[in-house]
């Protein structure tokens, strides 16, 4: 059985960034439990992934796996249109209670890229709406004709984006337009896609003072082009799968000065960050800033389902939708009561320990036990591999010189008893919350074990 469903999961089953001509490894699981991943020979692993930032607490915990039980036996999908439910309902109230009091409607999606792509579109119909012109419907006196005023061609320009470079905010193609055109995942679709405005990244350092001179370029688009721009949007504090990169709080609230000034709606993606992962419930929190729009995903689920949510103040709501003007989107499972009764599941849970302490201990771990990697009396440094490393909260970075081998480097890790996924030059740890000190031992074990060897 094994070796027959590996050779048809590698003749016919697409993996996420990989080709078919040269498909990566896979590894065939039977189960997953708490921190633990078992093969199906019998391997037993210890994740330090989350399944890609969600299984925060982590795999079939009981609350979660009952939760989702009981729903399924009530009600495991109904449309969201016209219809709405309990699990949804509480959800919502659940997270609102977990932001600032500004954040008023909520949008539910299927994915965080979908999550991104309805924040855009609602920045863009805001400043249509802002602008407080329009011209008459071009199908009027036809059956397209509406008897409200919703249906208006509005004048504004404010349609486009900035953003920073080494950004990443989904596959999707509003998502791709407002990722690294360079240095991203989806430079062969440049010419397919909207083109947004880009400024430097922000500079490395969360303790990093941000001088004039860092922001002088993202300033200068701005004010430039201060006419055509919808919102800025970026990931606060940690940028993902676009370099993993940790940066000052200080940048972003020189961002939010930045969108006061202008009139720009700022865009927070929590979708990676968001529920912990950072030591604060959000990133945006150590800036002590509020945006206007905020994405989350991954985690919002606890790794149960796929669920994100779009989340945004009556200010930016009502005005996108002024005159009665609707929000044109709808995913097919909007708000599905599985996922949302998963979610509600694990927030409560989230907020009934004190996840934070914990998260603390594991960025201390990861400092006291990865920051060696950066030392001259290090193996990897003494063989010029280590470029920098890099923590903050449950996140530990091993950014190496040269572009990793990953199915070596995986291999070498398994034969340590982990589960790690390397992308590009960066090998990095990001494990459930539950995590003991010594399956974080194993983690950090299995990585410098790989560095040094590949």
């Given at each position: 059985?094994?070796?027959?469903?590996?050779?048809?999961?590698?003749?016919?089953?697409?993996?996420?960034?990989t080709?078919?001509?040269?498909?990566?490894?896979?590894?065939?699981?039977?189960?997953?439990?708490?921190?633990?991943?078992?093969?199906e020979?019998?391997?037993?692993?210890?994740?330090?992934?989350?399944?890609?930032?969600?299984?925060?607490?982590?795999?079939?915990?009981?609350?979660?796996?009952?939760?989702?039980?009981?729903?399924?036996?009530?009600?495991?999908?109904?449309m969201?249109?016209?219809?709405?439910?309990?699990p949804?309902?509480?959800l919502?109230?659940?997270?609102l209670?977990?932001?600032?009091?500004?954040?008023?409607?909520?949008?539910?999606?299927?994915?965080?890229?979908?999550?991104?792509?309805?924040?855009?579109?609602?920045a863009?119909?805001?400043?249509?709406?802002?602008?407080?012109?329009?011209?008459?419907?071009?199908?009027?006196?036809?059956?397209?004709?509406?008897?409200?005023?919703?249906?208006?061609?509005?004048?504004?320009?404010?349609?486009k984006?900035?953003?920073?470079?080494?950004?990443?905010?989904?596959?999707?193609?509003?998502?791709?337009?407002?990722?690294?055109?360079?240095?991203?995942?989806?430079?062969?679709f440049?010419g397919s896609?909207?083109?947004?405005?880009?400024?430097?990244?922000?500079?490395?350092?969360?303790?990093?003072?941000?001088?004039?001179e860092?922001?002088?370029?993202?300033s200068?688009?701005?004010?430039?082009?201060?006419?055509?721009?919808?919102?800025?949007?970026?990931?606060?504090?940690?940028?993902?799968?676009?370099?993993?990169?940790?940066?000052?709080?200080?940048?972003?609230?020189?961002?939010?000065?930045?969108?006061?000034?202008?009139?720009?709606?700022?865009?927070?993606?929590?979708?990676?960050?968001?529920?912990?992962?950072?030591?604060?419930?959000?990133?945006?929190?150590?800036?002590?800033?509020?945006?206007?729009?905020?994405?989350?995903?991954?985690a919002?689920?606890?790794?149960?389902?796929?669920?994100?949510?779009?989340?945004?103040?009556?200010?930016?709501?009502?005005?996108?939708?002024?005159?009665g003007?609707?929000?044109?989107?709808g995913?097919?499972?909007?708000?599905?009561?599985l996922?949302?009764?998963?979610?509600?599941?694990?927030?409560?849970?989230?907020?009934?320990?004190?996840?934070?302490?914990?998260?603390?201990?594991i960025?201390?771990?990861?400092?006291?036990?990865?920051?060696?990697?950066k030392?001259?009396?290090?193996?990897a440094?003494?063989?010029?591999?280590?470029?920098?490393?890099?923590?903050?909260g449950?996140?530990?970075?091993?950014?190496?010189?040269?572009?990793?081998?990953?199915?070596?480097?995986?291999?070498?890790?398994?034969?340590?008893?982990?589960?790690?996924?390397?992308?590009?030059?960066?090998?990095?740890?990001?494990?459930?919350?539950?995590?003991?000190?010594?399956?974080?031992?194993?983690?950090?074990?299995?990585?410098?074990?790989?560095?040094e060897?590949?």
């Open positions: 059985m094994l070796t027959t469903n590996l050779k048809f999961d590698k003749r016919h089953l697409w993996h996420p960034y080709s078919t001509i040269k498909p990566d490894n896979t590894y065939l699981i039977s189960s997953a439990k708490g921190c633990k991943i078992f093969l020979d019998g391997t037993e692993l210890i994740d330090g992934m989350s399944s890609w930032w969600t299984a925060i607490h982590g795999y079939s915990h009981p609350k979660l796996v009952e939760a989702v039980q009981k729903q399924a036996a009530e009600m495991s999908h109904i969201f249109g016209g219809l709405t439910h309990s949804a309902v509480e919502g109230e659940k997270l209670s977990l932001l600032p009091n500004k954040f008023e409607h909520i949008f539910y999606a299927d994915s965080g890229s979908v999550s991104v792509e309805v924040a855009m579109k609602t863009i119909q805001y400043q249509f709406n802002r602008s407080g012109q329009g011209t008459p419907c071009p199908y009027a006196n036809s059956q397209h004709n509406r008897r409200d005023k919703a249906c208006l061609v509005r004048s504004s320009q404010r349609n984006f900035l953003t920073v470079l080494n950004g990443y905010h989904g596959d999707t193609a509003g998502a791709m337009s407002v990722c690294d055109p360079i240095n991203g995942m989806h430079s062969l440049a896609i909207q083109k947004q405005f880009f400024a430097p990244a922000p500079p490395l350092g969360f303790d990093r003072e941000i001088t004039d860092d922001f002088t370029e993202i200068k688009i701005a004010e430039e082009n201060q006419d055509k721009i919808a919102a800025v949007i970026i990931e606060p504090i940690v940028q993902g799968a676009g370099g993993m990169r940790i940066y000052s709080p200080q940048y972003l609230r020189k961002i939010r000065e930045l969108c006061d000034k202008y009139g720009f709606l700022l865009i927070f993606d929590e979708i990676a960050t968001g529920f912990g992962r950072t030591g604060k419930m959000f990133a945006f929190e150590h800036a002590q800033v509020c945006p206007d729009i905020i994405c989350v995903g991954k919002l689920t606890g790794g149960m389902m796929t669920l994100a949510a779009m989340i945004t103040t009556a200010e930016v709501a009502n005005t996108a939708c002024k005159d003007m609707p929000l044109m989107h995913p097919t499972f909007m708000g599905n009561p996922a949302c009764a998963a979610a509600k599941a694990n927030l409560d849970l989230l907020t009934s320990w004190n996840w934070q302490e914990k998260v603390l201990f960025e201390k771990y990861l400092k006291d036990n990865l920051m060696p990697l030392n001259q009396s290090s193996r440094v003494a063989h010029g591999k280590v470029a920098d490393v890099r923590v903050i449950a996140i530990g970075v091993v950014e190496m010189k040269e572009k990793i081998d990953v199915p070596k480097f995986q291999a070498a890790c398994i034969s340590q008893g982990a589960w790690l996924r390397p992308f590009g030059k960066l090998a990095y740890i990001m494990p459930p919350y539950i995590i003991s000190e010594e399956g974080l031992e194993k983690l950090v074990r299995a990585i410098v074990f790989a560095v060897k590949i």
